[in-house]
């Protein structure tokens, strides 16, 4: 009994010390990722009313001028209606407030903003529904409520290319026959070969594509633009010197 008295009066064993410092590190650990992941969604709310405002803001602006902006910078006076507008709260790469319009004309009928959520289990993305070829480096955004989310709207650079921000490739998985032109837009691979018929003299079957102004990616366009090409692959417009992305759609 005098021998295992004094052996538990030495204090901890080496394994109880390592025990001990073990569920130390972990707890650490554990209140390190809750505080990052409560940081990050305490930005994504940020973002969500930053963006929610700014829509406000455009449809009060729109009521005054019949018209949406051009630009819409960040830390820029926006007066009467904001002392300035919004910057993510990152604002660097993919975490900016992307601001699309259309390309044509001055009078500006609808608008996008993009952004992303840094919660990526956030519900609100799965319901949006974001790809690389819909929304680039994005996984959030709002809309005037004549755009539609998902879908390009007439003269849009899309999908959207902030600059410096290299946007995601999307390879098509395991597709062998030739991709054809779907009236929605996109490219859907189907086995039965489009007909090979030399085609009437219509006003550019392929449609009119450019890469002025489009951030060195070839995008749909309108005939008479800058740089404006008539092409069915895309072609022309390469040899213009910008890159096809992710496809060419008519």
Request: aromatic letters at 8%; hydrophobic letters at 30%; proline letters at 11%.
């Amino acid at each position: 009994m005098k021998i295992l008295r004094e052996k538990n009066e030495n204090g901890f064993s080496l394994i109880e010390l390592l025990i001990v410092v073990t569920i130390v590190a972990l707890l650490t650990l554990l209140a390190i990722w809750a505080f990052h992941l409560q940081a990050m969604k305490g930005r994504d709310a940020k973002r969500k009313a930053d963006l929610a405002k700014l829509q406000k803001v455009l449809e009060d602006y729109y009521n005054d001028n019949n018209c949406y902006p051009e630009t819409l910078n960040c830390n820029e006076a926006f007066l009467p209606y904001l002392s300035s507008i919004p910057c993510d709260p990152i604002n660097g790469g993919n975490h900016i407030y992307y601001y699309s319009v259309s390309q044509e004309g001055t009078c500006k009928r609808w608008y996008k903003i993009f952004t992303t959520l840094e919660y990526q289990k956030d519900p609100i993305i799965k319901k949006i529904g974001c790809t690389p070829s819909t929304c680039g480096p994005f996984n959030y955004l709002v809309a005037s409520a004549n755009a539609e989310l998902l879908k390009e709207q007439l003269g849009e650079v899309y999908p959207p290319a902030p600059p410096g921000v290299p946007l995601p490739t999307s390879t098509p998985g395991g597709a062998t026959s030739t991709p054809t032109p779907t009236p929605g837009g996109g490219l859907s691979p189907t086995s039965t070969p489009t007909p090979t018929t030399t085609p009437t003299p219509t006003p550019c079957i392929g449609g009119w594509f450019t890469c002025v102004g489009q951030n060195g990616i070839c995008n749909r366009s309108y005939e008479g633009a800058p740089g404006a090409v008539c092409s069915n692959t895309c072609n022309n417009c390469s040899a213009e010197g910008c890159r096809p992305y992710p496809a060419c759609r008519p």
